[in-house]
């Protein structure tokens, strides 16, 4: 699957598979997005009690499990971690708030894109404009440091962690909400999303397909094999738009979307700058959260708890548009950012480079 | 012959050190990966890039690769 063809079939297929679970009853260009599925999940469990946003969302645990599943298969799945934990927990935190302001993570801007949705124009410009500044760190040897290898069980518990979840969304006791009104309510039968997530799942983890990583590698690299994935979502997500008569082209009125453009571009950015720095897209982490990457893990927990401060402290923009609240924690999590980004440049690199044959050895 | 071990980075860490192994050394590079994701990123890299490539599976490390590269 390591070629062009791979990942523009990859892209085809989560264009498509996420305008057809908006046909079974996900909300309008959110087929999948990983931040808000995420914070439904995490609603559900109650850590927040937004009640409009609370369902166990099947796409997440199926994109996990399919994942896991083909990594093991593959003889890839590889427990490590060590790598800036707490650090990338706050990476994944703020990931969370840029992608609650302007409601959607990298994936959702994309099907945004591909449902006519103009204002994710604005979050694109952000999202390339966070994602060049991220370059910038990178290439002056800004690093989270390295990973080292773990027990096996440490990797094992978050696929079971979602199976666990699994159970709970089919049992639904009491202690678990479920959103009867709004976005969270607004959900495909549970096996299709399951199904979808798998394919999902198992595709994404061969190709690595990564939003952030299209970008970020086309510049850095003039590598254009990841940014072929993103467009080829955009095109699909299109034309099953047009064919299922979802798209709707335009800025005002756009389904779970406001049209405020400097904190779409503001929340994109820091959701850029972010997932750069973590090394790939909340997407990406999930399914590295799943092949073993403790680190991984520990960005999707930041994710989840960044989704409950979102809500719990009206942090999340709504279609009316940003709160106070939340501009305020948009500001404060670029300025976390960019002290984690500035403390992490690792100055002797090049100078390890010149000196010496050993590069990179510690 | 510059040597460059990249085990335990994350994305793109394992391109661009070799990126900048090459700017000190243009003709001829060694990059240690341990995941198929870093091995393929670094393929692909050195490929674009002019570079016949020859990679081998450590015995005995799952998913750890030498890369050996030499310019074209």
């Not at chain 1, 103009?118 to 979050?123: D, S, T, V």
Request: proline share 3%; aromatic share 10%.
């Amino acid at each position: 699957m390591d070629s062009k063809k791979g990942i523009i079939f990859t892209g085809a297929v989560i264009g498509i598979l996420a305008v057809v679970l908006v046909r079974f009853g996900n909300p309008v260009n959110m087929g999948i997005c990983i931040a808000c599925f995420i914070r439904d999940t995490t609603g559900a469990l109650g850590l927040h009690r937004a009640e409009v946003v609370q369902y166990i969302r099947p796409e997440i645990i199926g994109i996990v499990l399919g994942a896991f599943l083909i990594s093991v298969a593959k003889k890839e799945f590889d427990v490590r971690g060590g790598s800036s934990p707490f650090l990338r927990f706050m990476l994944g935190f703020v990931v969370m708030l840029g992608a609650l302001m302007f409601l959607g993570c990298p994936l959702r801007m994309v099907l945004r894109l591909g449902g006519g949705d103009l204002n994710a124009l604005f979050g694109l410009a952000g999202f390339a404009a966070g994602i060049i500044v991220g370059i910038i760190f990178l290439k002056n040897g800004f690093s989270l440091k390295r990973t080292y290898k773990l027990s096996k069980l440490e990797g094992y518990l978050f696929p079971l962690f979602n199976a666990g979840l699994y159970i709970l969304l089919l049992t639904a006791p009491a202690f678990i909400f479920f959103s009867t009104k709004g976005p969270g309510a607004g959900h495909a039968p549970v096996w299709i999303a399951l199904a979808a997530g798998l394919i999902v799942g198992v595709l994404v983890q061969r190709t690595r397909l990564c939003m952030v990583g299209g970008i970020r590698d086309a510049i850095l690299f003039k590598d254009t094999y990841l940014i072929l994935g993103f467009i080829s979502i955009i095109v699909f997500a299109s034309l099953g738009n047009l064919y299922f008569g979802f798209y709707k082209l335009g800025f005002a009125g756009q389904s779970v979307a406001h049209a405020d453009g400097v904190w779409n571009f503001l929340g994109m950015a820091l959701a850029g700058w972010g997932s750069v720095l973590l090394g790939g897209c909340p997407l990406r982490q999930l399914i590295l959260a799943a092949e073993g990457n403790v680190d991984s893990v520990i960005t999707v927990l930041g994710m989840s708890a960044g989704a409950a401060f979102a809500h719990n402290f009206s942090l999340a923009a709504s279609a009316q548009g940003p709160s106070p609240n939340g501009k305020i924690a948009v500001l404060i999590s670029f300025a976390l950012t960019l002290m984690i980004a500035y403390f992490n440049l690792e100055r002797d690199v090049k100078a390890t480079v010149q000196g010496g044959v050993k590069i990179g050895a510690n | 012959m510059a040597q460059i071990d990249t085990r335990g980075m994350s994305c793109p860490q394992p391109v661009l050190m070799t990126k900048k192994a090459l700017e000190v050394n243009s003709t001829e590079v060694t990059v240690l990966v341990d995941s198929k994701t870093a091995k393929s990123n670094v393929e692909r890299y050195l490929n674009l890039t002019g570079y016949t490539i020859n990679t081998i599976e450590r015995d005995g490390e799952a998913n750890t690769f030498e890369i050996s590269a030499k310019k074209k």
